[in-house]
Nanobody, 122 residues
Framework: QLQLVESGGGSVQPGGSLSLSCVAS????????MGWFRQVPGKEREFVAV????????YYGDSVRGRFTISRDNARSTGTLQMNSLKPEDTATYYC???????????????WGQGTQVTVSS
């Protein structure tokens, strides 16, 4: 089993920045693509960003492209989501996920973290 633990959530004003981290353990992190998703109550889980196993390929959801950056450090089994120019509509619980074949759909991921709350408000 692969365990994922997110951290770094919190409250920030519009226009601010936050960096989320996801630490993996239990299996070899570099065997898994890593994605970030977010969810607000009553809505479906939304794709945010994904990074390939080696880190050479990334892809972003339309709502965050140009503002968020996904990265990973396989030596430290850690993934990061750098969020800049945050907007109130970015408020959600953010989840990291991992799977050998994961890409943009939540159904493609077998492993999930517990989530971390991000609130953007003035």
């Amino acid at each position: 089993q692969l365990q994922l633990v997110e951290s770094g959530g919190g409250s920030v004003q519009p226009g601010g920045s936050l960096s989320l981290s996801c630490v993996a353990s239990g299996l070899t992190f570099s065997d898994f693509a890593m994605g970030w998703f977010r969810q607000v109550p009553g809505k479906e889980r939304e794709f945010v960003a994904v990074i390939s196993k080696s880190g050479t390929a990334t892809y972003y959801g339309d709502s965050v492209r140009g503002r968020f950056t996904i990265s990973r450090d396989n030596a430290r089994s850690t993934g990061t989501l750098q969020m800049n120019s945050l907007k109130p509509e970015d408020t959600a619980t953010y989840y990291c996920a991992a799977d050998q074949r994961g890409w943009t759909s939540p159904g493609q991921y077998a492993y999930w973290g517990q989530g971390t709350q991000v609130t953007v408000s003035s």
